[in-house]
């Protein structure tokens, strides 16, 4: 089972560089998050998203986009990287109301 | 806005030892999760709390959630060194969303 996949798992942007962070689900979840972790701290919500073609604005959006095309896939996009950025970005997904998120092994994202 | 706070942030305690970790949040919720981390991985779901008064036991950690006291606990029973990690409790911030709002984490470390 591959749950929930991100990539890449590691990456360094430049400042004003732009990339896309990938995050499908084979779970037929319909609810689909992006956290950012930064060292040492808990999680902040970017975007969430609760169905194909519904996204949402969470704690910390701005600097980011994300779309919701299909179910299985939630990438987000970061459109000129900046240095505040440089953080573990998580993607998790979960099936209904109350029930456990699921969660990828994380992109550690580094700009310079 | 939904604050969630833990505590303690940092715990070193002794093998065999019990002690307590509480998550306070501000608003109204009666959905509240627990997820463990491992240094450098990513998340792992330990209980999903659905109701004022739940209380749920895995091995040597059992959480609970009184609602109206907007209070979480996961107590520890007899701490072994496999506990040293990263403790999050989260809160659904809105009931149809899931969307999660995780508090600052406690950094368990169990020694000898």
């Known amino acids: 089972n591959a749950g929930v996949t991100q990539t890449p798992k590691f990456r360094i942007l430049k400042i004003g560089q732009s990339m896309t962070l990938q995050c499908a689900q084979d779970?037929?979840?319909?609810?689909m998050y992006w956290y950012r972790q930064d060292p040492g701290m808990g999680l902040k919500l970017i975007y969430y998203s609760v169905g194909a073609g519904i996204t949402d604005k969470g704690e910390v959006p701005n600097g980011y986009n994300v779309s919701r095309s299909t179910t299985e896939d939630f990438p987000l996009r970061l459109e000129l990287a900046a240095p505040s950025q440089t953080s573990v970005y998580f993607c998790?997904?979960?099936?209904?109301?109350?029930?456990?998120?699921?969660f990828g092994q994380g992109t550690r994202l580094t700009v310079v | 806005e939904l604050k969630v706070e833990q505590n303690p942030l940092f715990l070193s305690m002794q093998e065999g030892k019990n002690y307590t970790i509480y998550c306070n949040y501000s608003t109204t919720s009666d959905r509240l999760y627990w997820y463990r981390q491992d240094p450098g991985k990513s998340l792992e779901s330990l209980f999903v709390l659905l109701s004022n008064g739940a209380v749920k036991q895995e091995g040597r950690l059992m959480a609970s959630l009184d609602t109206k006291a907007r209070l979480s606990t996961l107590h520890i029973t007899a701490a072994v060194h496999d506990l040293s990690a990263t403790y999050f409790c989260a809160v659904d911030e809105n009931y149809n969303t899931d969307k999660l709002i995780f508090g600052t984490g406690t950094r368990l470390q169990v020694f000898p």
């Open positions: 998790a997904s979960s099936s209904t109301g109350g029930t456990e998120a699921f």
């Open positions: 779970m037929n979840h319909n609810y």
